[in-house]
């Protein structure tokens, strides 16, 4: 099993930037693939982002070119730049990873973007 935690939401005007941190309690190169997904009230947990063990990296259509999802192998840890953010992207913020044939979700971080 691997414990993920999540920090870095926040409250933030549209058109700013957060940056999300995912660190995990195992080596993230033994995780098949790290997630973040999001979940806005009263919808579905969709995914936003994956990056796999060799580092290939996905971003769903709504994010692309905003979003950037990246890993620092030292620290056990990816992250999530999110740039020029929308009133849309207001979420709870998850990390998902899979490790040994099980799912592992963190806690998640809430993300608001409002004036």
């Known amino acids: 099993q691997v414990q993920l935690v999540e920090s870095g939401g926040g409250l933030v005007q549209p058109g700013g930037s957060l940056r999300l941190s995912c660190e995990a309690s195992?080596?993230?190169?033994?995780?098949?693939?790290i997630d973040w997904y999001r979940q806005a009230p009263g919808k579905e947990r969709v995914l936003v982002a994956r990056i796999t063990s060799g580092g290939y990296t996905h971003h769903t259509d709504s994010v692309k070119g905003r979003f950037t999802i990246s890993r620092d192998g030292a620290k056990n840890t990816v992250y999530l730049q999110m740039n020029s953010l929308k009133p849309e992207d207001t979420a709870v913020y998850f990390c998902?990873?899979?490790?040994?044939?099980?799912?592992?979700w963190g806690q998640g971080t809430q993300v608001t973007v409002s004036s």
């Open positions: 998902h990873g899979v490790y040994a044939g099980s799912d592992s």
């Open positions: 195992r080596s993230i190169f033994r995780l098949a693939n």
